[in-house]
Each structure stands twice: as C-alpha cells, then as structure tokens.
C-alpha cells in the first residue's frame, strides 16, 4: 500500500517512526511519503522539507514563521494529490496537518484520512469536532476518554489505540515501599520557553525544600534538545539537583522517586504511570492566559486528573506558581501522611485505564486500524 504520512513536530515525529516500523511489519512492501523528523528519517523516511519549517508552538511564533508555513502547507497537499495514497495519515499537529488534509481532499474527494492523535476538542474550540469529519475518516486516540468526548460533541469515528508510554510502564514504575527516601524530582520542562517561565519559582522552591529538610536530595531528568538550556538555568540556583540524561538513567530516576515536582506537560503522565506522588505547576505568558482562561473547558490541564476524572496531581497556575506554596506542597508528599496516600491510591488506577487488552502496543493498534481502513476494511475496536 501507498501510506502518505504527515506530522509537524517531534512528539508526532516520535509516534511516526514507531508507526512506520509496524505497518513495515504487517506490510512489508510499503511505500512511505510525506513530512516527518529526524526519529522517521532513521527509519527510513524522506521528509517533503525539514520538520524545523513547520514546528513552531506560541502566538508569536507562529505569526513570524506564517509565510513558510502556509508554504509548506500547499506544497504538502500538492504531494499529497500527486502521490494519490490508498491512506493519509495525520499525526497530531492539526493545525498544520488537517489544513493539508482539507486541501487534498478537494482534489481527492475519496481520500481516506486518519488522524493519529486527536486534537484538545474536549478541552477548547469543541466545534473542531464536528467539522473533522468533513475531512476525517477515523480518529486514533491516545488518551482512554477521547473516544466518548468525540461521540458527545459530533465528531468523526475515534478508537483509543492508547499512548506510546504505556510500552514503558514497566520501566516506568518504581515500588512505593522503597521511594520512602528518595530523591524529589526536578522538571522544569522540555522547551526552552516553559525551562524559561518555570525557572524561577522552582529554584526558590528548592531553596526552601533544602532549608526545612538539609538531607533532602533532588535529581533532574534532562532531555538532550533543552539540555544546554537546562543545565545554565540550574547553574544560578543556589541548590542544584543532580541532572541525569539518557532513556536508562531518565528512567531509573522515576523508579526510586520520593516526589516530584514537574511542569505541565506529558511527563506527568510518565510521572503517573510511574506512581510517582507529583506536585504540578505551569506558567503562561500574560495574552495566552487571557485566551486560555476564557476557550479552555476542562477543570484541570493535567492529563492524569483527566483521565481519572479527579485532581489525583494538585496543580497550581500562573501566580499560584510560586516558590513558597510549590516548597509546601511538596513537603506535604515527602511523608506517609493522607496526602501522599490519597495520590498513590489514585495512581493505582492509571494503568487499568490505559493499557489495552492482549499485550496488544499503541503502535500495533495504530496500523491495524489504519491498513483495516486503507483496505476498504472495518477499523478493529482497539479500545
């Protein structure tokens, strides 16, 4: 089969290098197109351009780079109809990818389109759903609760086929007898604009963590594209945890957590699934709280809570973010009392809500549904 597969930042490249390798499996004569990473040009896959065009996050970023975007954009949809694929697939992104979805499909009206990982319909703009399915045959979900919240606001046909950090659980997630002592994590973020934001507030909560409690140790994960930029914030602090870098030292550290404190973001679902009892804070410039606070329509920006449909992780936003409150609210997890409880007693659940049936992985869903549908075949309900 014909597979044209476009994303638009290295979240999506990731779960692109993991979907080609299983659709290689089931089917080995392939041919791939489209836009993709570095992690997708390791397997093997020609980007259209260099992703770096096209991933660009923020108001203002997004306005500078307009031009080359809507340039991209045409010329994506443009391969698109010249390829003539048996499917297109869309891996998150949608601002980019469902743009180039909407222009081929004008020329290809019987196209068949996936989008793999659904846009925030359940937490702002929820009239997108409905207008998806004009361009959109299946949603693949990676969150358990997306497919109801698809059905309730009109949109597409939407399977979970879970998330990619369900495949870790295992290397995630530590024994909460042995965490008694152990180090609070530190994780500021993982671009360098929220490493800027986040700075301040959990250098000063540091500080005070270390005066309440001297022997208290802290370790900080570190991603290699932030790494640069994490390792000269932390150079100013006057208490420094110790940074860890690579997959097996990253994971080791979640293992044998205490606490953590953690930007918002996907790491606190790793924090989750991983048991680890986690305080989280978020800042946003002062135009994107004042868009945020008035479109976004869910009561927690936490995944975890999501999911759990409770506050499992306290989070604390905006001015709440400060040093002090952030120091007590993480002192309050570092001892077996009924707030360290309660978190663990509500991590238990995660995994139960998250993992599909069979062993079956996020990647191996993600291409049945696809080449089931690419074949003229009815998707499998991968959960």
């Known amino acids: ?126 009239g997108r759903a409905k207008k998806m399915r004009k361009i959109i045959d299946l949603v693949l979900a990676v969150l358990p609760f997306e497919p109801a919240a698809h059905q309730r606001l009109g949109g597409p ?62 370790v900080l994960p570190v991603a290699g594209p932030v790494e640069a930029v994490v390792r000269a914030e932390v150079a100013r602090w006057p208490v420094q945890p110790r940074i860890v870098v690579g997959e097996a030292e990253r994971y080791a550290a979640f293992r044998g957590a205490g606490a953590a404190l953690a930007a918002s973001g996907t790491v606190t679902l790793e924090l989750a699934l991983s048991g680890t009892p986690t305080i989280v804070a978020y800042k946003v410039p002062k135009l994107e709280e004042f868009i945020g606070r008035r479109l976004i329509q869910v009561p927690t920006i936490v995944l975890p809570n999501l999911i759990l449909g409770e506050n499992a992780f306290p989070e604390y936003l905006q001015d709440e973010a400060d040093g002090q409150t952030l120091a007590r609210a993480v002192a309050a997890l570092l001892d077996d009392g009924p707030e360290r409880r309660r978190q663990v007693e509500a991590l238990a659940k995660l995994s139960d809500k998250m993992l599909l049936p069979g062993g079956q992985t996020p990647s191996g869903a993600a291409a049945d549904a696809i080449i089931a549908l690419a074949g003229g075949g009815k998707p499998p309900q991968a959960g």
């Open 157 to 218: 046909k939407c399977i979970y086929v879970g998330h990619s950090l369900v495949e870790r659980v295992e290397d995630l997630h530590g024994d909460e007898s042995a965490r008694a002592n152990g180090p609070v994590l530190v994780l500021p973020g993982s671009r360098r604009s929220v490493v800027a934001r986040m700075g301040p507030a959990f250098r000063d909560a540091l500080a005070r963590l270390k005066a309440l409690r001297p022997e208290l140790e802290f």
């Open 1 to 126: 089969m014909n597979y044209f597969i476009v994303t638009g930042e290295p979240s999506g490249d990731a779960l692109g290098a993991k979907l080609l390798a299983a659709l290689r499996a089931r089917d080995p004569e392939a041919v791939f197109a489209g836009v993709g990473g570095e992690a997708m040009a390791r397997a093997g896959f020609a980007s259209l351009f260099p992703l770096a065009d096209i991933s660009v996050m923020g108001i203002l970023p997004v306005l500078r780079r307009l031009p080359t975007v809507l340039r991209r954009i045409d010329e994506t949809a443009r391969a698109v109809v010249a390829s003539r694929p048996d499917v297109l697939v869309l891996i998150d992104s949608p601002d980019f990818t469902h743009r180039v979805a909407k222009k081929a499909r004008k020329a290809l009206p019987d196209l068949k389109v996936v989008d793999y990982v659904s846009p925030t319909v359940w937490a702002w703009r929820p």
